[in-house]
């Protein structure tokens, strides 16, 4: 019944997920808080905290766009 989600800048912020992306833009709690989060590659809607940007565009990512690059982290004679 009550579609809203969750602000990730203030979880008391309870918005409709069409409205979300203008709440984005005027949220003060962003505007305080946005150097912690970046913004998903995938969905601009994604705002997620820079400790857990990795992993979520691992998780975001169309898996039509894998390609197999081994240079480079686990060349065992670098
Ligand atoms: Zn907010
Ligand atoms: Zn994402």
Not at 6 to 21: G, M, Q, R
Not at 59 to 73: Q, S, W
């Amino acid at each position: 019944m009550d579609d809203r989600i969750a602000c990730v800048y203030n979880s008391n912020h309870l918005i409709k997920p069409e409205k979300l992306v203008w709440h984005y833009v005027k949220c003060d709690d962003r505007r305080r808080l946005q150097h912690l989060f970046d913004i998903c590659p995938y969905d601009s809607m994604h705002h997620v905290p820079k400790p857990e940007f990795d992993a979520h565009v691992q998780r975001c990512k169309p898996p039509t766009t894998e390609m197999k690059l081994n240079f480079g982290t686990d060349d065992p004679w670098g």
